[in-house]
Nanobody
Framework: QAQLEESGGGLVQPGGSLRLSCVAS????????MAWHRQAPGKERELVAS???????VYSDSAKGRFTISRDDYTNTLYLQMNSLKPEDTAVYYC????????????WGQGTQVTVSS
């Protein structure tokens, strides 16, 4: 069955950087749009960034200029490089696989906690 496993979260000081990874298995990774979402306590899950199979990227306003999404279709891995982190970036970050945005996210990972605090 389809699986997505995130890693790379942790505690970082404001202004610091983290790189999240998501390893996929059990489905045709190269045929899916891949996305990072996040959910902060008491808030709805929101899209952070997405990347298509031809590497077209989309970012939320809060992520633009600070985060970079990328994918490696040879290793079925999705990445999110996060720089200049702010306390408001604190959330659980989820990897998702999307066949079509019309039908939404098909597969979710279990999430990885990112905490930005001094």
């Amino acid at each position: 069955q389809a699986q997505l496993e995130e890693s790379g979260g942790g505690l970082v000081q404001p202004g610091g950087s983290l790189r999240l990874s998501c390893v996929a298995s059990g489905f045709s990774f190269g045929n899916y749009i891949m996305a990072w979402h996040r959910q902060a306590p008491g808030k709805e899950r929101e899209l952070v960034a997405s990347v298509t199979s031809d590497s077209t990227t989309v970012y939320s306003d809060s992520a633009k200029g600070r985060f970079t999404i990328s994918r490696d279709d040879y290793t079925n891995t999705l990445y999110l490089q996060m720089n200049s982190l702010k306390p408001e970036d604190t959330a659980v970050y989820y990897c998702g696989a999307v066949h079509s945005w019309i039908t939404g996210v098909n597969y979710w990972g279990q999430g990885t906690q990112v905490t930005v605090s001094s």
